[in-house]
């Protein structure tokens, strides 16, 4: 009987997820230790547009390519959502797969389980458990749906399972495999600080240590949508950026609200802040593998700072990634200016707490755990 699993990504980030898995079943199917016959697919919702998802993206990471791309792109969450489940719904009744593999928390995640449950097709959730108790972020709201009706649970730290597990979800779908995010950076970390990416944004060297510059990256709607935060924030990065420079890869909503806001004199070089086009995943890592520290409202990031030993203040009042507050590199401070650039005065006068410690289990195997699991589940 032949097995069919499709992958489901709407983001670059989740392809940087799905990527390891879909390797590692492959190899473990080369090996005969999986159906022979065991088929994957990979599902590109196209719910983000990303001009860096060129040639170069796959070629560099060794990604495979969509097999289907739904072009759904971006409009009002309802609209999105509901076009998502539409269209995913006509690749189900034609594929008609045994599993569904979703990632992250991004509205696709939520709207292709949805679908597939529908439908009776298993659901894999790779990164459940990760709450922030902030009903706000529509991620979280993903989060949690999509949780509450998956069938196998993939989780990242122990305190994931702790959650679904207080949700009333049993332990025998939840498996703590690790973080697949890490296994990326893990396998392409060398290659990134092989490229010339510090050269060509002009940031020498000192003699030892890290170079002095920070990374800002900004485009949660709590602290881009509103002027007056947007504009409380500049301020705080002014007064970094009279210290050391900052580099800021900016996202589009974010440039397009700076200048809706009238705030370009601002976020400017005159003020230290470099803002530069998004980059790509191995300029991107390079950069901040070598900041003095990233001020970031990404969850990500969170996480590879934490792996990176690089200080991360995060523009944020919670966070869904906690371990990375407590083993890793991450200090929550909002988007309130003082609190900012007092966590910036504690990294330049040393007194940033860094932890040596590497959350349990992100080693680079994640990917190998969760195809081992799928494997052993359709053998």
Known sequence: MAIKILHVVGARPNYMKIGPVIRALDELR???????????????????YDYSMS??????????????????????????TGRIMELFEKVLVEERPDLVVVVGDVNSTMACAIDAKKLGVEVAHIEAGLRSRDLTMPEEINRIVTDSISDLLFTTE???????????????SIFFVGNVMIDTLVKHRAAAMALPTLDKLGLKSPQGGRRDYAVLTLHRPANVDSREVLASLG???????????VVFPVHPRTRARIQEFGLADVFSAQNGLSLVEPMGYLDFLN????????????????????????ACLTLRPNTERPITVTQGTSQLVGNDAKAITEGFENVVSGRYRISSRVPELWDGNAAKRIANILAGRYR
């Open 30 to 48: 080369a090996a005969g230790q999986c159906r022979a016959d065991i088929e994957q697919r990979l599902i590109h919702t196209g719910q983000h």
């Open 55 to 80: 040639t170069l993206f796959f070629e560099q990471l060794g990604l495979p390519r969509p097999d289907v791309n739904l072009e759904v792109g971006s409009g009002p969450q309802g609209q999105q």
């Open 158 to 172: 122990r305190e994931a399972g702790d959650n679904l597990r207080s949700e009333g979800r049993p332990d025998e």
């Open 235 to 245: 301020e705080a990065l002014c007064t970094i950026g009279r210290q050391m420079p």
């Open 287 to 310: 950069l901040t593998a070598n900041a003095r520290v990233v001020l970031t409202d990404s969850g990500g990031i969170q996480e590879e700072t934490t792996i990176l030993g690089v």
